[in-house]
C-alpha cells in the first residue's frame, strides 16, 4: 500500500486519533476560542461554496472555486485546520495540527489527482495545465465544455458538507468545557 493509499484509506480514522492528542495537549482561552472560530469560520464558508459545486464522481467540476483551484475543499479545510489550531492555544497542538494536515492531504491530493485523470483523460489534463493544484489564483475564461456552472444548496446536502460546521461547533463546545475545567 502506497502512502498515498494509506492516507486516503486512514485519514478520518488518524483524525479522530489526531484530535485525542490535540485536545489533550490544548490550553484553550476564550480569546483563542473566538478567533480560532472566526477563522474557522472562512474556512467553513469556503468549504461550503465549493461543496455547493462538487458533483464526486460524476462530473469534472470546473466551474466556481474550483476554476480558481482544483482542491478549494481541502483549501478550505486547510483555512478550518489554522482555525483549530489558534483555538488550542497550543504550539504543540497546532504543530500536530498543521503537519498532519500538510503530510495526509498532499498524498490524498495526488491520489484524487491520479484518480481524475483515469476518468477524465485529456479534460482533466487541460483543467490541471489551467488551474493551480491548491494557492488559488484569479480564474481565467470557464472551459466551453463546463456543463455545471452554478452553485447548488441541494449539491451542499448531497455531499454532507453540512457535517463540517457541526464538527467545528463540536470542537469549539469541547475546547470551552476545557477551558472552563482547567480554569476550576
Same mark, same amino acid.
Given at each position: 500500500?502506497?502512502?498515498?493509499?494509506?492516507?486516503?484509506?486512514?485519514?478520518?480514522?488518524?483524525?479522530? +486519533?489526531?484530535? @485525542?492528542?490535540?485536545?489533550?495537549?490544548?490550553?484553550?482561552?476564550?480569546?483563542?476560542?473566538?478567533?480560532?472560530?472566526?477563522?474557522?469560520?472562512?474556512?467553513?464558508?469556503?468549504?461550503?461554496?465549493?461543496?455547493?459545486? +462538487?458533483?464526486?464522481?460524476? %462530473? +469534472?467540476?470546473?466551474?466556481?472555486?474550483?476554476?480558481?483551484?482544483?482542491?478549494?475543499?481541502?483549501?478550505?479545510?486547510?483555512?478550518?485546520?489554522?482555525?483549530?489550531?489558534?483555538?488550542?492555544?497550543?504550539?504543540?497542538?497546532?504543530?500536530?495540527? %498543521?503537519?498532519?494536515?500538510?503530510?495526509?492531504?498532499?498524498?490524498?491530493?495526488?491520489?484524487?489527482?491520479?484518480?481524475?485523470?483515469?476518468?477524465?483523460?485529456?479534460?482533466?489534463?487541460?483543467?490541471?495545465?489551467? @488551474?493551480?493544484?491548491?494557492?488559488?489564483?484569479?480564474?481565467?475564461?470557464?472551459?466551453?465544455?463546463?456543463?455545471?456552472?452554478?452553485?447548488?444548496?441541494?449539491?451542499?446536502?448531497?455531499?454532507?458538507?453540512?457535517?463540517?460546521?457541526?464538527?467545528?461547533?463540536?470542537?469549539?463546545? %469541547?475546547? @470551552?468545557?476545557?477551558?472552563?475545567?482547567?480554569? +476550576?
Amino acid at each position: 500500500m502506497t502512502p498515498r493509499d494509506f492516507f486516503s484509506r486512514w485519514r478520518v480514522r488518524l483524525g479522530y +486519533l489526531l484530535g @485525542v492528542l490535540v485536545l489533550f495537549l490544548a490550553q484553550p482561552t476564550p480569546l483563542s476560542i473566538f478567533l480560532g472560530a472566526a477563522v474557522g469560520a472562512i474556512g467553513l464558508a469556503i468549504r461550503a461554496y465549493a461543496a455547493g459545486y +462538487l458533483h464526486k464522481q460524476e %462530473l +469534472l467540476t470546473t466551474t466556481g472555486p474550483y476554476a480558481w483551484t482544483r482542491n478549494p475543499l481541502y483549501l478550505g479545510s486547510s483555512i478550518l485546520a489554522i482555525g483549530a489550531a489558534v483555538t488550542m492555544h497550543s504550539w504543540l497542538a497546532a504543530a500536530v495540527i %498543521l503537519v498532519y494536515f500538510a503530510v495526509v492531504y498532499t498524498f490524498v491530493m495526488q491520489r484524487e489527482e491520479m484518480e481524475l485523470r483515469a476518468k477524465h483523460g485529456a479534460a482533466f489534463d487541460a483543467y490541471a495545465a489551467s @488551474v493551480p493544484l491548491f494557492f488559488p489564483r484569479p480564474a481565467k475564461a470557464s472551459p466551453p465544455d463546463a456543463a455545471i456552472g452554478s452553485f447548488s444548496w441541494s449539491q451542499y446536502k448531497r455531499n454532507h458538507e453540512y457535517e463540517a460546521p457541526l464538527g467545528f461547533l463540536f470542537l469549539l463546545m %469541547l475546547l @470551552v468545557a476545557i477551558w472552563r475545567w482547567r480554569a +476550576l
